[in-house]
């Protein structure tokens, strides 16, 4: 099993940064796929990028240029950095992950742009 934790989410002007923090613990050894996804109000939950062990990374056409996910050597801990936050970056965030079927996801930390 898997635990998943994310923290670093808040209130931010349009422009702004963030910095998001997933925490793994559990069978972290196993994980091949960490990724990020957010959900905004009344739509459909999006994966908004990935990073695998071998360090290859995909995201979202909407945040390429704006955000860059990483991770630690020790893959227990997953960043997602922020830049040039839009209002309609706003959402909850989410980290995932998926192993041996089975999905494991945090519990999510709101990101809110203000205009």
């Known amino acids: 099993q898997v635990q998943l934790v994310e923290s670093g989410g808040g209130l931010v002007q349009a422009g702004g940064s963030l910095r998001l923090s997933c925490v793994a613990s559990?069978?972290?050894?196993?994980?091949?796929?960490m990724r990020w996804y957010r959900q905004a109000p009344g739509k459909q939950r999006q994966l908004v990028a990935a990073i695998t062990r071998d360090g290859s990374i995909n995201y979202a056409d909407s945040v390429k240029g704006r955000f860059t996910i990483s991770r630690d050597n020790a893959w227990n801990t997953v960043y997602l950095q922020m830049n040039s936050l839009k209002p309609e970056d706003t959402a909850v965030y989410y980290c995932?992950?998926?192993?041996?079927?089975?999905?494991?996801w945090g519990q999510g930390t709101q990101v809110t742009v203000s205009s």
């Open positions: 995932h992950t998926a192993l041996y079927s089975m999905n494991y």
């Open positions: 559990g069978s972290i050894s196993s994980i091949n796929t």
